[in-house]
């Protein structure tokens, strides 16, 4: 197979992963829904490089040594599931205090993003520690990506992960904040958050049981 095709092959199957329900596609219909287009870009930002780095480091053979370390995978694993799961309880204490306002939105928690900066570095952190996205590109890659193949297309191949994963969350956050849209989830936040906590919660608990049991 040639390049191309192997190329071609990449991009499908990243997208299909995309978009896949997940802690990813979570965090940004949550923010961009309660806090608006431009947090919900940045956290798209975010994610994106959090992806460029795993696809960096699958190609290069950092992830292999760290799933080869007998402690860092389950250090790795435990931080993971311990961070996804306190995004899942904030998103589910935010939905009670809302219910103990009798639906208003809970000041704390609408003025948790309003930094740029800080939205990134959610998104990015929280792809980052995901370890289902760790064991996936080096998966992807390292049965994809030979290793003779040029340096060009090892480039290629790390730029269609990120600019897809980009153009992907991005559209997204911009779908989810157009006036209209907009207005109409801001009535639905309790739902939204509800729905994206537990998502958090049972992906993040999963994790940490699979882990320590």
């Given at each position: 197979m040639n390049e191309l095709s192997l190329l071609l092959s990449l991009a499908a199957i990243h997208l299909v992963a995309l978009a896949s329900p997940g802690p990813?596609?979570?965090?940004?219909?949550?923010?961009?829904?309660?806090?608006?287009?431009r947090i919900g870009l940045a956290i798209a930002l975010g994610i994106s490089l959090a992806i460029l780095l795993h696809s960096v480091f699958a190609l290069t053979g950092v992830t292999l040594l760290i799933q080869q370390h007998p402690l860092l995978p389950t250090l790795l694993r435990l931080a993971g599931g311990s961070y996804l799961l306190y995004l899942g309880v904030g998103a589910l204490r935010s939905v009670h205090r809302q219910w103990q306002a009798g639906g208003a939105s809970?000041?704390?928690?609408?003025?948790?993003?309003?930094?740029?900066?800080?939205?990134?570095?959610?998104?990015?952190?929280?792809?980052?520690?995901?370890?289902?996205?760790?064991?996936?590109?080096?998966?992807?890659?390292?049965?994809?990506?030979?290793?003779?193949?040029?340096?060009g297309g090892k480039l290629a191949a790390?730029?269609?992960?990120?600019?897809?994963?980009?153009?992907?969350?991005?559209?997204l956050a911009w779908l989810l904040t157009g006036p209209r849209l907009q207005r109409r989830l801001h009535q639905l936040a309790p739902v939204i958050d509800g729905v994206c906590g537990a998502l958090f919660v049972l992906v993040g608990g999963g994790i940490l049981l699979a882990t320590l049991l």
């Open positions: 990813d596609f979570a965090l940004v219909v949550q923010n961009a829904s309660r806090h608006g287009r809970a000041p704390a928690q609408a003025a948790e993003l309003t930094s740029v900066g800080a939205a990134l570095a959610k998104g990015f952190t929280t792809n980052l520690l995901n370890p289902k996205a760790l064991v996936f590109f080096l998966s992807l890659l390292t049965s994809l990506v030979p290793p003779g193949m040029s340096t790390v730029g269609i992960l990120w600019g897809l994963s980009l153009a992907w969350f991005a559209l």
